[in-house]
């Protein structure tokens, strides 16, 4: 599995150097917080 950034026009992938990738919360409200933070229209990440 490759693993992205989903940040809208964001191109980093898994094996570029000095890039960290954090996982979205399971945490409701902080949750909620990460998925604003991102700002993608009718977008919900993955379980």
Do not use: L, T
Request: hydrophobic share 35%; aromatic share 10%.
């Amino acid at each position: 599995m490759v693993i992205s950034c989903c940040a809208v026009g964001c191109a980093n992938r898994q094996g570029k150097a000095n890039i960290s990738f954090y996982r979205i919360p399971f945490d409701g409200e902080r949750r909620q917080r990460w998925v604003a933070a991102i700002s993608r229209k009718n977008w919900q990440p993955s379980k």
